[in-house]
């Protein structure tokens, strides 16, 4: 009944993925079945949005994920921004950014970043004692972001998209998830991520990435650091701004601070 009430209520309204939040509580192994359980648990209203003023709503979701032996094996909070598509085209927050060539020696240099980036850990363990405040885990170079890079995510993710037929019944379902193209045929809204075009109609310069691709990154730098028996148990990102077909992102980090919590 919830949801029957709520259904396409905020349907045209455009989302812009914000941030999350992981809490990791047992391992999952090769075999398990996993089963998601994923709702929405808050709406904040905003006003003056950074995406072009008048009102903007922050959706609060949480996804619970159990295996088959029903122990609760994640849980993930995340956040979408969602404002509407004609108030983000007309605040051009982002009109003013140009986007250049990359020149043959800036290519060099990243082609080098990769060609010597540092292996993972592995099996080689990380003690408490080994870790101090200030350490800086090495930088791992992501990049110079490709539409490619964005279809190869997608592919690997499951994102949802379809093609003919199936496409004609996703729409059936869900209307507001299409929108005519240039030549007048339906096409998803999420194009915005591989579509210049239809990122510009929204108020950006370029095509953008998927904020869950930079989770996967920094899970990616956390992990190579901590090695293979460590335990990565909680991770949190904020996504500030859009990482746009063509930059290039340097994903580093810092320890900050050593504590014990719950005497672990």
Do not use: C
Request: aromatic letters at 12%; a positive charge; hydrophobic letters at 35%.
């Amino acid at each position: 009944e919830i949801r029957a009430r709520g259904a396409h209520a905020l349907a045209g309204v455009h989302e812009f993925f914000a941030g999350d939040d992981w809490e990791l509580f047992v391992p999952i192994k090769a075999g398990d079945r996993m089963t998601k359980r994923y709702y929405l648990y808050a709406v904040d209203e905003k006003t003056n949005s950074a995406m072009g003023g008048g009102r903007s709503l922050i959706t609060r979701y949480r996804a619970d994920f159990t295996n088959q032996r029903g122990e609760l094996a994640a849980v993930q909070r995340f956040h979408y921004v969602r404002v509407e598509r004609d108030s983000a085209k007309k605040s051009g927050k982002y009109a003013a950014i140009e986007r250049t060539p990359y020149s043959d020696e800036q290519i060099d240099a990243i082609e080098a970043a990769y060609a010597n980036q540092p292996p993972p850990r592995g099996s080689e363990d990380r003690y408490w004692e080994d870790v101090n405040v200030g350490d800086e885990l090495a930088t791992l170079p992501k990049g110079p972001l490709t539409v490619t890079d964005t279809l190869a995510w997608m592919r690997g993710w499951g994102a949802g998209i379809h093609n003919s037929r199936l496409a004609w019944k996703h729409r059936q379902r869900a209307p507001k998830f299409y929108s005519r193209n240039e030549y007048g045929a339906w096409d998803v809204v999420e194009r915005v991520h591989w579509d210049d075009a239809a990122s510009r109609a929204i108020g950006n310069p370029a095509a953008y990435d998927f904020g869950r691709m930079r989770s996967a990154f920094l899970s990616h730098v956390v992990t190579n650091w901590m090695g293979d028996n460590a335990w990565l148990w909680r991770m949190k990102s904020e996504y500030r701004r859009f990482n746009f077909v063509g930059d290039m992102q340097w994903v580093k980090g810092k320890v900050l601070g050593k504590s014990i919590e719950d005497g672990h």
